[in-house]
Every structure is written in structure tokens, then in C-alpha cells.
């Protein structure tokens, strides 16, 4: 009997994740660690400036407050992929990401650069110089992404699991840029103890909104009904710009 009972329950748990999502509250919320966007604390809350836009998209929809699952990025941007009902944050929106998901916009804006130290004194004139140095990005961010197409040859690439580990490699002069959010690096980087007057930028490559993810297979009325929500959110007089000034975060 209690084996027929622990049979229905992971039936039904399979059912729930693969039936289509109906309402906000029936999604899975994934995030990886991107101070200052989202990140889980030193006492194990879920915070950051994204975290804040979902709450109020919560409120302003009527839905209580969900869980929010923490993975590296790479792992929570393939099960917003593959698994139905999953929402992923913060996500660069890029053309080669266009049609892997579907989109909530924005929670801010961003541009994608190459940073280097100072004390390298590194000058380059055109994309192409910077193909010479050696460069950091994080697996599967958009700053990988970037590299990859302005096809930077992959032995001069190093990849890292973590935004951390990336900066450090940096800092400790192991490689010479690093491929990243603007807005997330900045901040990082003050909090790691670094001067940012040690530190350029070498390089634009590009500049994407930043969103909420949805895995390809969601609701398109859901979508809207979020994005509803989302746009109510930046409506609201002085709520994001009080945000901005939270995280010490200039996204536009």
C-alpha cells in the first residue's frame, strides 16, 4: 500500500511539472548568482535588484510569494531550456537567444564590455586587436556568447562557473579582459575591495535589455499577463529609480 501511494505521488509531482503553467504563481523561478541583480545573501535570502521587480510584479498581480531556486548558470539556463513552467533571471536579451525563450521586458538594460586593468595598459583600435589578448567570460553568459560571435579564438578564452572566480582571475592579472555586464562587474568589483580607478573599459561590444526568461513552451497569455504586471511596475513614480540608487546600480 505504501508503495502504491509513493508511486501516485511521483506521478503526480511529474504530472504538475509538465502540465502548462496557468498562473505566475505556477512557474519555477531560477537564478544564479549576479550580484547585484540576484543573488542569495550571507543569510540565505534571496536579494537583488531584480528580486525587488519580482516581488512588486508579485504584489501588483495578486500572487503570493514564490520560492526561488539557486544554480550555477549554466544549469539554469539550460532547465529554462528543456523544463517546462521555468523562468530564468536576470537574462540578457540577444539575437541568439531570441527564439530559445520567451520574454519579460525590462528589468534593466546593460552593455556588454571588455574590462582591463589599468596597469596592463592595453590599447586596442579595433575588435580585432583584442582577439590577441587572453580574455575571461562566464560559461553560457552572454559575455561568452559575445566572444564566441565575434569569433574570438577559443584557445585565447578561458571559462569560469562563476562570476567571482572570473573577477579574480582578473584582478590577479591571469588573464587581460574579461567579457561581462558592465553593471554587474562594477559593483562587484567595489565589493571585492577593488578601486575602479584601476580598472577600464577597453571595449563595447554590445548592449541588451536585460529580462525575465521564460522556457519556449510557456503560455503566451501568461507572458502577457507578467509583462502586464512588469509594466505596471516600471509605471510606478520613483519605485525603480529608488532601486537604482539601493544597489548603487545605473542600468540606462
Known sequence: MKASKYIVCIFLSLFCLNS????????????DQFEPYNYRAADGSIQGF????LNQVWLLSGTAAQTIQVYPWARGYKLAQKQKNTLLFSTTRSLSR??????????GNTRIVLIARRSKNIKIQTINDAKKYK????????????????????????LSNSLDNALIM??????DFISISESIALPKLVKMGESLKNYQIVWVLEEFPICFAFNPETDDALV?????????????????????????????
Open 98 to 107: 531570441e527564439h530559445q525563450f520567451k520574454w519579460a521586458c525590462p528589468i
Open 224 to 252: 502577457k499577463m507578467f509583462q502586464e504586471a512588469l509594466d505596471e511596475v516600471h509605471e510606478t513614480p520613483n519605485f525603480v529609480q529608488a532601486l537604482k540608487q539601493k544597489y548603487h546600480l545605473v542600468l540606462e
Open 50 to 53: 531584480a528580486v525587488d521587480i
Open 135 to 158: 580574455t575571461v567570460a562566464i560559461m553560457s553568459d552572454i559575455g561568452h556568447q559575445m566572444l564566441q560571435k565575434n569569433h574570438f579564438d577559443n584557445t585565447k578564452i578561458e
Open 20 to 31: 502548462p503553467a496557468k498562473t505566475i504563481a505556477d512557474l519555477v523561478y531560477v537564478i
Open 170 to 175: 582578473l584582478t590577479k592579472g591571469r588573464v
